[in-house]
């Protein structure tokens, strides 16, 4: 069973980069036809998708976060990261990453989320 | 405003059968397969079904149907453990985007 564990700093300060890790096991992210996704949830607030990769066929993102996210693979170490630049306080959140399941847009396996403030 | 539309709430008693509605328009649900994250507790979403496919480990009174733009989650004998906040999400092909509804809390009485 494939299992993911999102990682970085739970504390980043406004106008700087905001950076997660998802470190994947059981399964190898250039293995099969998966998607690899980034949702976010604000406390007491709803999912928002941000993005994802597909190892070899590129990343689609929301528009709403096209101009400041990017997604990226570091296959050697099978994880999958975010950065997302000139944070503000709306970035706070719960930050989660998520593998699809047959179709490119399921979320079958999600991580178990870390919490990132944006504040000074 | 979220790209999907729920119920901000539900509720039932042990037992009853409730159903949670998830609508869009042609671009997405009215074409693609809809999923539902069921979420408890603040805790990680967890996948209860797909299209109409209900993945591993999920118990059998969860059911997913679709009519036009609008999908629909029904669960049948409806259990305590069941309370906790539903999303629904799909493929937004104009946006080219994973899309989410604004979630449904259930709550059993």
């Known amino acids: 069973q494939v299992q993911l564990q999102e990682s970085g700093p739970g504390l980043v300060k406004p106008s700087q980069t905001l950076s997660l890790t998802c470190s994947v096991s059981g399964g190898s992210i250039s293995g099969g036809a998966y998607y690899w996704s980034w949702i976010r949830q604000p406390a007491g607030k709803g999912l928002e998708w941000i993005g994802r990769i597909f190892i070899s066929g590129g990343t689609n993102y929301n528009p709403s976060l096209k101009s400041r996210a990017t997604i990226s693979a570091d296959t050697s170490k099978n994880q999958f990261s975010l950065n997302l630049r000139s944070v503000t306080a709306a970035d706070t959140a719960v930050y989660y990453c998520a593998r699809s399941g047959s179709s490119s847009w399921s979320l079958e396996y999600w991580g178990q989320g870390t919490l990132v403030t944006a504040s000074s | 405003q979220s790209a999907l539309t729920q119920e901000a709430s539900v509720s039932g008693t042990v037992g009853q059968k409730v159903t949670l509605s998830c609508t869009g328009n042609s671009d997405d649900v009215g074409t693609y397969a809809v999923g539902w994250y069921q979420q408890i507790s603040h805790g990680a979403p967890k996948t209860v079904m797909f299209g109409n496919s209900l993945p591993s480990g999920i118990p059998d009174r969860f059911s997913g149907s679709k009519s036009g733009t609008t999908a629909s989650l029904t669960i049948s004998g409806l259990q305590p453990e069941d309370e906790g906040d539903y999303f629904c999400?799909?493929?937004?092909?104009?946006?080219?985007?994973?899309?989410f509804g604004g979630g449904t809390r259930l709550t059993v009485l």
């Open positions: 999400s799909t493929w937004d092909y104009s946006l080219s985007a994973v899309i």
